[in-house]
């Protein structure tokens, strides 16, 4: 079993539509967990970190469930733009940050 | 340099000859990785460092070896290419103390024939 875990999908989705991620881990140790976004042929960048109380940032909630050990991202009111594979990343107590395969996403008109 | 810089950006290399995959950050990250992202694979770790003078095996370390002799540079090195070792080449810095993220450089398109 793969450390962290994606359905790779793909998922499409017209625009304005929600649209949700889940990432399953198996360290119950893991220390911190973030989603990135990356496009064709781009290095992956940040979208943002996930907290344990779950966090928002516009039109992006990220969630934690530790107990369960899975993260979510939920996008609302997709915009074709949000186009792009979306990886879940968890760090372990070593500094290594382990990657899921990734989600990727296509929004169409 | 502003962030973290990959070189070079892509190389074709026969398969046999060492090469060396250079990456250079000016943020004074302490952690610096290597990662290869093979399609169907995602991104797999091969070997990171906590700071300088360090270095660590990740999930497929086979046939690479690294250094690192400064905060700044952490330099990827092939010894004999195969063709196996074809792919996209990701190095990441960030800073250890608390959540906080990796930044990554644009990527090293590595074709071994």
Same mark, same amino acid.
């Given at each position: 079993?793969?450390?962290?875990?994606?359905?790779?999908?793909?998922?499409?989705?017209?625009?304005?539509?929600?649209?949700?991620?889940?990432?399953?881990?198996?360290?119950?140790?893991?220390?911190?967990?973030?989603?990135?976004?990356?496009?064709?042929?781009?290095?992956?960048?940040?979208?943002?970190?996930?907290?344990?109380?779950?966090?928002?940032?516009?039109?992006?909630?990220?969630?934690?469930?530790?107990?369960? @050990?899975?993260?979510?991202?939920?996008?609302?009111?997709?915009?074709?733009?949000?186009?792009?594979?979306?990886?879940?990343?968890?760090?372990?107590?070593?500094?290594?940050?382990?990657?899921?395969?990734?989600?990727?996403?296509?929004?169409?008109? | 340099?502003?962030?973290?810089?990959?070189?070079?950006?892509? @190389?074709?290399?026969?398969?046999?000859?060492?090469?060396?995959?250079?990456?250079?950050?000016?943020?004074?990250?302490?952690?610096?990785?290597?990662?290869? @992202?093979?399609?169907?694979?995602?991104?797999?770790?091969?070997?990171?460092?906590?700071?300088?003078?360090?270095?660590?095996?990740?999930?497929?370390?086979?046939?690479?070896?690294?250094?690192?002799?400064?905060?700044?540079?952490?330099?990827?090195?092939?010894?004999?290419?195969?063709?196996?070792?074809?792919?996209?080449?990701?190095?990441?810095?960030?800073?250890?103390?608390?959540?906080?993220?990796?930044?990554?450089?644009?990527?090293?398109?590595?074709?071994?024939?």
């Amino acid at each position: 079993r793969k450390e962290v875990e994606q359905d790779p999908g793909p998922f499409n989705v017209p625009e304005g539509a929600t649209v949700a991620f889940n990432c399953t881990y198996s360290n119950s140790a893991s220390q911190s967990f973030f989603w990135y976004r990356q496009d064709c042929r781009k290095e992956p960048k940040l979208l943002m970190s996930v907290y344990s109380s779950g966090n928002e940032d516009g039109r992006f909630t990220a969630q934690l469930n530790r107990a369960s @050990q899975y993260i979510s991202l939920l996008i609302r009111d997709s915009k074709l733009s949000d186009s792009a594979t979306y990886l879940c990343v968890v760090k372990n107590a070593g500094n290594m940050l382990t990657f899921g395969g990734g989600t990727r996403l296509m929004v169409k008109p | 340099i502003a962030g973290i810089t990959q070189a070079p950006t892509s @190389q074709i290399l026969a398969a046999g000859r060492r090469m060396t995959l250079r990456c250079t950050q000016d943020m004074r990250h302490n952690a610096m990785y290597w990662y290869r @992202q093979d399609l169907g694979l995602g991104l797999r770790l091969i070997h990171y460092s906590n700071t300088a003078g360090t270095t660590g095996k990740g999930e497929v370390p086979d046939g690479y070896s690294v250094s690192r002799a400064n905060t700044d540079d952490f330099p990827l090195t092939l010894a004999s290419a195969v063709p196996s070792q074809t792919s996209v080449y990701f190095c990441a810095s960030r800073k250890t103390d608390g959540n906080t993220e990796a930044f990554f450089g644009q990527g090293t398109r590595l074709t071994v024939v």
